[in-house]
């Protein structure tokens, strides 16, 4: 596996609450220099950095961030007016409090109307493992797959962990086989990034891996 092979799975991400245009032009310029699946921003900046890409690099963006507890009907507006502004994929958070009381139907309903409002575009949906038990995240799997989305994501990167080589392997064996798997937070090495996707993982998120390839990472970000 070389480097492209990981390149073509990246979600190339910058959400800190700090992000200007000058930093996310540098991730959208890095995008497309380095060919990546995508750039993940905050909603504020898709319509620009849309503009600025202008189709040569599909951007992403993230609804009900990072704590998932909006309401499903500001999610799904958030959802309609990114697509709008040329949101080509999107990541949502689930309400994990809803994982906690067991309500499953009203999370697959949720989900599914995110996902209408997709239009057809790519939905994920992080589902942060770290605050999950293991018969939770099955269930997840489970949820995820019964309400149509295309990918499944560990993580936000903004919670008390990030994805972990386990949690990637127990969502593969779970999740039906039309399900992706993204893994995201916390992926700081090219060899960690290799593992993931060995292990069964479709897309990575992540801020760094480039930075690793231009020698220009700090330790820092997603």
């Known amino acids: 596996m070389d480097h492209q092979d990981i390149l073509k799975a990246l ?5 800190t609450q700090t992000a200007t245009w000058e930093e996310i032009k540098q991730i959208l310029d890095d995008g497309m220099e380095y060919h990546a699946a995508s750039a993940c921003i905050p909603a504020a900046y898709v319509k620009q950095a849309a503009q600025y890409v202008d189709g040569k690099l599909p951007i992403c963006t993230v609804i009900g961030f990072p704590n998932g507890y909006s309401t499903t009907a500001v999610k799904v507006f958030e959802t309609k007016d990114a697509i709008a502004n040329g949101a080509q994929e999107i990541d949502m958070v689930i309400n994990i409090g809803w994982v906690k009381d067991q ?25 942060e493992t770290c605050l999950l038990t293991g018969e939770e995240k099955i269930k997840m799997c489970e949820v995820v797959t019964k309400a149509g989305a295309e990918y499944i994501k560990t993580s936000t990167g903004f919670s008390t962990a990030g994805a972990t080589f386990a949690d990637v392997e127990l969502m593969r064996a779970h999740v ?43 330790g820092s970000g997603y």
């Open 11 to 15: 979600d190339h991400t910058l959400l």
């Open 103 to 127: 309500k499953y139907a009203e999370i697959e309903e949720e989900i599914r109307q995110i996902h209408e409002a997709c239009g057809g575009k790519i939905l994920k949906v992080i589902i």
């Open 176 to 218: 039906g086989k039309e399900v992706k798997v993204k893994a995201a937070g916390g992926i700081a090495s090219v060899d960690d990034a290799k593992e993931f996707l060995r292990i069964g993982a479709d897309r990575l998120g992540t801020s760094r891996l480039i930075k690793l390839m231009k020698h220009t990472d700090d």
